[in-house]
Structures are given as structure tokens and as C-alpha cells.
């Protein structure tokens, strides 16, 4: 078996018995996957306690949780922290034996179905800037964007420049799709292609690299279904994408 949700943002709650109760079937060989903002990586520094309490708790789920990354996760501790190893014809980053990490631009075999995954997105919550605590006027436009009630990220703290994905993952990506002949049963990623954000947004989010990436594997690609998350709603934007937040759904 293998579901699919949205965004977690570090709340896992959708994940216990009375409101998952389709677990008490599953085992280590059945997954569930998290279309990004999973959250679970996030304290400065390392693992805190309740970052632990809470990896502890999904690894002894029943299940098998996947994720793939969203743009609200800590870059620099999820690509140096945590090892890099292959599993089920791609790679993933083990962060517990049970909870990994999906790559970018990776193809998965699961239940005998393919799964192309690919995170990443720009954040949209960022309209008062990046701010960086080495500048030494940090703490003055801090205060002046606190009273403005502006939203705005800090370099190293709660924004990483690599939420966008880098050339070289979508080149992965494009050579690994190729040598699936470019067809495959199912993408999962956070943002999505431009032509799909532009029908879900109505002009509300600007074009990036990575949704003119997806845009591309939109149109050179043959998949059943895509999911995708970051937007917060739930929503069948036609009969193959799939706009996922709380909701938890069976694919396979």
C-alpha cells in the first residue's frame, strides 16, 4: 500500500490511529509519502528534543514515511547531516531507518510502481526579505519588519537559497527520467509545473526555475498521476494533478 499527503510543516498529527486508521494494516513495506514541507529537519544546530521525540514516533509507525523536500526545511543539517544511500533505484537520505528522504530528480520502484520525485519551491512568504545576521544592521530591520508585521525568512535560520533546485539536480533528473524512456506511474514534488500554478493561482505566484523545470517534464513525460503540495489546499486540478494538503489518499 502506499498513500500520499501534503504539507506537514512538523505536524504530524494527521499521522495517528483514530485519524489514520488504515495503519493498523500496514506494514515496513507499505509507505507514505509527504509532498514536501515535511519540517521533521528544521531545529539550528542539530536534532533538539522534540525533533527527536518526534522522528522516534514515525519511525515506530507501522509504515514506512517518505518524503520529498518542501522549501521550509533546513538545507544545510537534511544535505550534510544525514547519509546519502540508494534504495528501491534511487537515492534517498536516511534520517531514521524508516523515515528518508526522497532526492531530487530520482525514479523509485514501490509496490511495483514508478515514482519520479522532485522538491524544492520558492518560498512565498518572504515579501519583507531575506534578512542575514552578519549584516550588521540585522537586528534594526528585523525590528522595522516585526512592527510592519511583514513576512520575511532569515538566511540559515528558516530560508536556504537551496530550496530551488540546482542544474545539476534537474539534469539528474532529466538523465534518470530518460533511462525510464521518459514515462513513468506517478510524480511526487513540492512546487509544480507554470502552466499548472497559473490555473491554481490566478495569477497569485510568479514563474521560477523550478516550476519552468516541471513545466518541461510536463510536457515530455507520460505519468498516470502527479502530486504535488505546497499551495495548502486540497484540490484535483484535473484528472492527473493532484494539489494535496492535510488529505491522505491511496495511489497504490
Known amino acids: 500500500m502506499i498513500y500520499i499527503t ?15 486508521p488504515e495503519q493498523k494494516e500496514m506494514t515496513k513495506d507499505d509507505f507514505v509519502i509527504i509532498c514536501g514541507d515535511f519540517g521533521g ?3 539550528e544546530g542539530g536534532e533538539d528534543s522534540e525533533e527527536r521525540y518526534l522522528l522516534k514516533w514515525l519511525q515506530e509507525k507501522p509504515f514506512t514515511t517518505l518524503f520529498v523536500d518542501g522549501n521550509h526545511e533546513n538545507f544545510d543539517r537534511l544535505y ?46 518572504v515579501s519583507g526579505g531575506i534578512l542575514d545576521r552578519s549584516d550588521p544592521s540585522y537586528q534594526e530591520k528585523k525590528k522595522k519588519l516585526d512592527r510592519g508585521w511583514k513576512p520575511y ?19 539528474e533528473g532529466r538523465n534518470n527520467l530518460a533511462a525510464h524512456d521518459n514515462r513513468v ?13 497559473d490555473a491554481i493561482g490566478e495569477g497569485l505566484f510568479q514563474k521560477d526555475r523550478e516550476t519552468e523545470y516541471l513545466e518541461e517534464i510536463l510536457q515530455t513525460v507520460q505519468f498516470q498521476k502527479w502530486f504535488f503540495g505546497h499551495y495548502h489546499d486540497n484540490r ?5 494533478k493532484i494539489l494535496l494538503y492535510e488529505q491522505i489518499i491511496r495511489v497504490v
Open 6 to 20: 501534503g504539507d506537514c510543516h512538523r505536524d504530524f498529527r494527521r499521522f495517528n490511529t483514530r485519524i489514520f
Open 41 to 43: 529537519v528544521w531545529s
Open 80 to 125: 550534510e547531516e544525514y547519509p546519502v544511500k540508494e534504495w528501491h533505484g534511487g537515492n534517498v537520505h536516511e534520517i531514521r531507518p524508516s523515515v528518508l528522504h526522497l532526492m531530487r530528480g530520482q525514479v523509485f520502484e514501490l509496490c511495483g510502481k514508478t515514482f519520479f520525485t522532485f522538491g524544492g519551491a520558492s518560498s512565498h512568504d
Open 153 to 171: 525568512r532569515i538566511n540559515h535560520l528558516s530560508w536556504w537559497k537551496e530550496e530551488l533546485a540546482s542544474e545539476e539536480e534537474m539534469e
Open 185 to 197: 506511474d506517478f510524480i511526487v514534488t513540492h512546487s509544480c509545473a507554470s502552466s499548472v500554478q
Open 236 to 240: 484535483n486540478v484535473d484528472e492527473k
